[in-house]
């Protein structure tokens, strides 16, 4: 089955504990990128990446890291996470110019 | 600024009642203008994709439309299973690879 596959789905942590989300995509596709949702701002993109090795700053990269080493996984590193880091965040991924398939999404709390 | 901007915010309709989601963006270089379902707690799922002013999609109740400014999402004779949120997002060119999301609107269908 085609799929993007976020771990884990719930996480709780504390300020300053670095952590790392987890993406996996099964579909061969190019173009991966983290997005956070939080109520009132919608979908906002964190960072993306056109293939191997080629990431690129979305709209809010502060406090964020990634990496692209393999095509099929995009991991989101938080060196020192704080609590405005609190968010629900998806993994989603595409071939160009198609449409983006998500994952269910790692709902992070930073206390 | 480029931006997508969608209304509005949230809906209530009952069963049966037809009406119209919009969309309108301010973006220059639109390569495609993407429609999303989201349920609680899960990630967008993906319903239609637009690429040129005066394209039309359907599927089941739901018809999309695009304008050089805007997309409506109409929704025909709802039932109580379409009770979801709809997100818009657009595809742009902008120096680099750009993809926005609206906010959404919240769509109750009232048996």
């Known amino acids: 089955e085609a799929q993007v596959t976020q771990n884990p789905r719930y996480l709780i942590t504390v300020t300053g504990k670095k952590l790392t989300v987890t993406c996996s995509q099964n579909?061969?596709?190019?173009?991966m990128s983290w997005y956070r949702q939080d109520p009132g701002l919608g979908l906002r993109q964190i960072y993306y990446s056109m293939n191997v090795e080629v990431t690129d700053k979305g709209d809010v990269p502060e406090g964020y890291k990634v990496s692209r080493k393999e095509k099929r996984n995009f991991p989101l590193i938080l060196e020192s996470p704080s609590p405005n880091q609190t968010s629900l965040y998806f993994c989603?991924?595409?071939?160009?110019?198609?449409?983006?398939?998500f994952g269910n999404g790692t709902r992070l709390t930073v206390t | 600024e480029d931006q997508v901007t969608q209304s509005p915010e949230a809906l209530r309709l009952q069963e049966g009642e037809s009406s119209s989601l919009n969309c309108s963006y301010t973006v220059s270089g639109l390569r495609g203008l993407f429609w999303y379902r989201q349920d609680p707690g899960k990630g967008p799922e993906f319903l239609f994709t637009?690429?040129?002013a005066g394209e039309e999609k359907e599927k089941e109740r739901l018809k999309a439309t695009l304008t050089k400014k805007e997309s409506f999402l109409h929704i025909t004779a709802p039932k109580p299973e379409d009770s979801a949120t709809y997100l818009c997002a657009v595809h742009y060119i902008s120096g680099t690879y750009k993809y926005i999301f609206g906010t959404g609107t919240r769509l109750k269908v009232l048996a």
């Open positions: 989603a991924s595409s071939f160009s110019l198609s449409p983006l398939h």
């Open positions: 637009l690429y040129s």
């Open positions: 579909m061969n596709h190019e173009y």
